[in-house]
């Protein structure tokens, strides 16, 4: 590859460029080039950095500068600054909230500094869409060694060895899985990707196949290898065209390449792939469902052991957080990651940092460190000074953790315990202005839309909680509501034939187990105490610190909001539609919510 | 494309090796060009192309980092070059032309070994 002096590494995973970063790397290159630097100076489109909050990112080696929120109109001035003259440029730095001095190195940034990297290794390091990039950072190595080194069995013993457990949520230890799927004598075989994230708020495997397909495909050449497979699918949703388009590319790169095909490395093993796109139900996460929506059939689970299996042909089926970690593992050795996490879950876990968190994004974080590091420190704690109240982890169906658990290690036995789940490592952090009720109910009509409804105690189980839920939250909540929600909860996940279902009544259950007042406050109160809940609040202006400035008049979408100028104003209950526009809007708190 | 080997996995990865050094920002030897709107105007951009076809040459060396930065505070001595090699203290040039850069790659870049007559002076009393 030709020199270059510098390389400008440019966010391109979907959430960068939804905020125009490729439009950037447009710009950047075209300003380069006017600038006779195209010799000198790289563009190069990169997976996910991470730090989503502060996009569009660029990177620029070999400095490791950071520049966050670069615009197209900012690329004249950095190029003739930075790339030209080579002075930094401050404007474009990220500065810690509270503080006035800019951080110019990504590994000076505390967001970056405490994580660790191994699903998540390429990270702003290569063009996903260049194979000899990801040869480059050691790729395809691992699939080389497993093949001409190792037996099928020491590859399944060095997995066992490394401790990996699944990172899709449910964590079973990924060795045993294989090792199970070897002693089948029926073929063929099959790997699978399970690629169809769809907790709400989650991005960590979209993130890793639109950064780094390949880490995936080699770890899925390998598990086949290990297990006697000869073909692998993809099972992602079409709602993530960039991850499909990128994931396309890589096969056919390498199939080029010959690292997919007959007779790869010239050891006689045959391995293919190609990708199954589903339409975006909830239900495909779960194996069995999945397995019958790649037979051609609705996806509804089915009892399982023994049905995971394609075709009713022995299967693996792997989260794509725990294909990327394979290639490391096998190249590394399993001691090396071993000693990475805690006693029960080794090595590393991706996370995507979302809801009322200062730094957004995508992490990667060994095992075992706190949730309270997780949430101040890397996610530099909750916007506007508000208050924490609780953090969501594993998706719809995990549960909800409080303030007073935040010291807990994470791992997949210390989250359960909490009546939470690992989950697939979407986390949604809640600030004092959640309702607690109101949280439980956005969940379980998310669960009540994604239910195949195949069992009656999950397809109306949950919908009688909704009714339930969403009746505390409108005022009519009876005595006996909480104590019924707990019993049915637990009759639900007792009767349900899948994961679906079976941890369906979690967000209710955790949220009852740790924020019961809240519940007790809506039933005898009718009273929601984050003021949340519509029919439960009313707004008022305080007379004494209102100014009569009238911003709150001119926002108002209903003209509820009377009086003279310069003197304080009344809010018209009758008309007012209680969206809350009036309370942000006005500078001096003077509307309240009772 | 033919049916790769292991070698050739290991090939392609030692033609990246430059670009993943550079990307991860390791580089035994550092080649700082004082750049600036007084570092171009004396020649600074000339200076930063006889580095780059000096590097494109010696496909060999991997581990030299070339950047930029801005103006010393010595604008009346550029072209100006600050070579750091590791554990090494940073050593200034000045007045540079491009038969002296040549000679200087060739020498401390290349061989570890300083070209005094083109350092700068306050440099060499300390």
Redesign the interface.
Known sequence: ???????I?VCAGTNCISNKSWEVKEALEAEIAKRGLE??ILVVPTGCVGFCAVGPIIIV????IFYQSVKVSDVSHLVEE???????VKSLMYVPPGEKEPIPKMKDIVFFRDQRLIALRSRG?INPERI??Y???????AL?KA??SMTPEEVIEEVKASGLRGRGGAGFPTGLKWESRKKAKDYPKYVICNADEGDPGAFMDRSIIEADPHSVIEGMAIGAYAIGASYGYIYTRVEYPLAIKRMEWAIQQAR????LGE?I??TGFNFNMGIFKGAGAFVCGETTSLVTSIEGRAPEPRQRPPRTELWNKPTVINNVETWANVPAIILEGAEWFSQIGTETSKGTKVFSLAGKINNAGLIEVPMGITLREMVYKIGGGIPNEKKFKAVQTGGPSGGCIPESLLDLPVDYERLTEAGAMMGSGGMIVMDENTCMVDVAKYFLEFLRDESCGKCSSCREGISAMLEIVTNICQGKGREGDIEFLEELGAAVTDTSLCGLGQSAPNPVLSTIRYFRDEYEAHIQERRCPAGVCKELIQYSINPEICTGCLLCVKTCPNEAIVGEKKRPQTINLDKCIKCGVCFEVCKFKAVVIT | ??????ED??R??E?????????????RIRVI?????C??AAGARSI?KV??EE??ER?EIKDV??????CAGLCNREPMVTVELEDESPVKYVDLTQEKIKRIFKEHVMNGKVVTEYILATETKG
């Open positions: 590859m030709k020199g270059y002096r510098t390389n590494m010799d000198e080696q070999p400095e490791g930075h790339f030209l003259k080579g002075k930094l390091m000899e990039e040869i480059g950072l050691d790729g395809y190595k080389a093949l001409t080029e390449y010959g690292l007779n490395f010239g | 494309m033919s049916k790769i080997k292991p996995v290991d392609i990865s033609e990246m090796r430059r670009t993943i050094l550079l990307r991860e920002g390791v580089g060009v004082h750049m600036d709107t570092g171009i930063m580095l780059m590097l494109e496909q980092l070339l950047i930029t930065s801005g």
